[in-house]
């Protein structure tokens, strides 16, 4: 498949959320769609196993599929919005390049097919990524399956990365694998954040010490990264959940 540079204007990808945003009034409603994870952290981490175990373009169903993950050889972060799949790869001057599509392979991938979401109500105590993680903990004994969530509005502040791992360099620890790693403080963003929580995929799909994955992408379409923190006023943001 053919790359070409992303130059999708911001109205188009705005569509594209506030489709699936509406489809939770949808009277074709599922059952939430349990992610499927390809690959595992640890096995990249540890193994230093880089190529990719996964290129999207096999995934043969695009309709409202969501997922994330970083590019092969830990070269780029990929996010997936509503079958909209965006790459973003830093730039020889450490700007941000963004692209659009689906010819990309990722070493470790989480996915699946949302057709429906429910708006959930965020309690007014909420406004970091840890108190975020203890409330979807808690809200979520009963289930044992991982699931999908997002999170759309104004974010205070995010600590945001783009793996950059150089040519040919081999992993013999987890400090090699964040060996061209940038970080980018935000504030003040409009953005749309794809969440994955799982109590049972520490050092598979989320960090050891953590049962969040998140990857944000700001509607102004400079960034889209994975999230390594997150401050936020619950009055300016809106979690979904999928539908049930």
Request: hydrophobic share 40%; glycine share 6%.
């Amino acid at each position: 498949m053919k790359k070409s540079f992303f130059n999708i204007k911001l109205s188009g990808l705005m569509v594209a959320l506030t489709a699936a945003t509406l489809s939770c009034n949808s009277p074709e409603a599922t059952k939430p769609a349990t992610p499927t994870v390809i690959g595992e952290i640890k096995q990249v981490m540890r193994e230093g196993r880089l190529e990719g175990a996964i290129h999207l373009d096999s995934i043969a169903d695009k309709d409202h599929l969501y997922g994330m993950g970083p590019v092969e050889f830990l070269g780029g972060e990929i996010l997936i919005l509503d079958g909209s799949c965006f790459v973003s790869r830093l730039q020889p001057d450490s700007s941000v390049g963004i692209e659009q599509h689906f010819d990309v392979r990722a070493p470790f991938f989480a996915y699946a097919r949302v057709e429906s979401w429910k708006e959930h109500p965020l309690p007014s105590h909420l406004s970091n990524m840890q108190e975020l993680e203890t409330y979807l903990d808690s809200i979520s004994r009963e289930h044992s399956e991982p699931f999908f969530f997002r999170l759309t509005g104004s974010v205070d502040e995010a600590l945001v990365h783009i793996v950059n791992l150089p040519k040919g360099r081999e992993l013999r620890s987890m400090k090699d694998a964040h060996e061209g790693r940038v970080q980018f403080a935000m504030q003040d963003v409009q953005s749309e954040i794809l969440g994955f929580f799982s109590r049972r995929h520490q050092s598979v799909f989320t960090h050891h010490d953590s049962y969040l994955h998140m990857h944000l992408i700001s509607n102004d379409l400079k960034m889209m990264g994975h999230v390594d923190g997150l401050a936020f006023s619950p009055d300016s943001m809106r979690l979904y959940l999928t539908d049930a």
